[in-house]
């Protein structure tokens, strides 16, 4: 009896959402893993939601902030552990901010899209983040302004210091800078040197990264971030996967341990 008014509490709030999204730039694209996926358009950059078939836990709607979301991504190698997600209740989302590497304007477009989906979906405030390499870029600096709204935060292979991925100097076109302002601003803007709010929070970190990974090095990336966040109080754990690099294989993908923590919202 609980199961089936608890159902029906969820039914109705979801049919609730849905007539209060028929009013804004928001739209049932698609079935997604048995939910629903809603494509949010907020003029220049957008962004999706997917909404899971079955109530999350209590009743409340826990949500994973995926990035980077470029071409088909997240695609059909992030499935198997959205779908452990979502399949527990867990919303999905995404924004699309361009190649901004972690920039001031694609950190202004994910508080922008924060600021939609949140209260128009019924959002828990604070998000899960998930970070896949570039994305470790664009998530982390919007973190570290926005502490009080990430519960945790979850990454594969992420780039972490813009020296190390994509190099001061294409880091500075995505900038609109020289690469001499870049580099006098550094600190400002290098998730690396930026994670002490995060660490004061008390947010945990978990990343999975191959220890022969060339693109987006593990000791200058993940390695140097737990290296400062541990000095500064902050709990973070790596799993390393050896001799494997920046590439899409099940070991990265498929990790049971990354999902127990995002389920959790930490350790």
Not at 97 to 112: C, F, I, L, T
Not at 217 to 237: F, H, I, V, W
Request: aromatic fraction near 10%; hydrophobic fraction near 40%; charge should be positive.
């Amino acid at each position: 009896m609980r199961s089936s008014i608890r159902m029906q509490s969820w039914i109705a709030t979801v049919t609730a959402v849905a007539a209060s999204l028929a009013t804004c730039n928001v739209s049932h694209a698609a079935d997604v893993y048995g939910g629903i996926r809603y494509e949010v358009d907020l003029g220049d950059i957008r962004g999706f939601v997917l909404a899971p078939p079955t109530p999350g836990p209590e009743g409340k709607r826990p949500w994973i902030w995926y990035a980077p979301v470029l071409g088909n991504n997240p695609g059909k190698q992030t499935e198997w552990m959205l779908r452990q997600l979502f399949e527990k209740g867990y919303y999905v989302v995404g924004v699309n901010v361009g190649e901004s590497q972690g920039n001031p304007a694609g950190r202004r477009g994910y508080s922008d899209f924060y600021k939609k989906i949140v209260p128009e979906f019924k959002l828990e405030p604070k998000a899960r983040l998930l970070a896949q390499s570039r994305g470790g870029l664009m998530l982390y600096n919007w973190a570290v302004e926005n502490p009080e709204k990430v519960q945790c935060i979850a990454g594969i292979y992420p780039a972490c210091d813009l020296r190390s991925y994509p190099r001061i100097a294409n880091a500075a076109k995505a900038y609109g800078m020289t690469v001499e302002q870049m580099e006098a601003t550094l600190k400002e803007h290098n998730p690396v040197d930026r994670v002490e709010p995060l660490a004061k929070a008390g947010v945990p970190i978990l990343h999975i990264h191959g220890d022969s990974d060339k693109l987006v090095p593990l000791d200058a990336n993940s390695g140097e971030l737990q290296k400062r966040y541990r000095a500064l109080g902050g709990t973070m754990e790596i799993i390393t996967v050896p001799g494997i690099g920046h590439t899409v294989v099940p070991e990265f993908f498929q990790e049971p341990r990354m999902v127990e923590f995002l389920l959790k919202g930490g350790f």
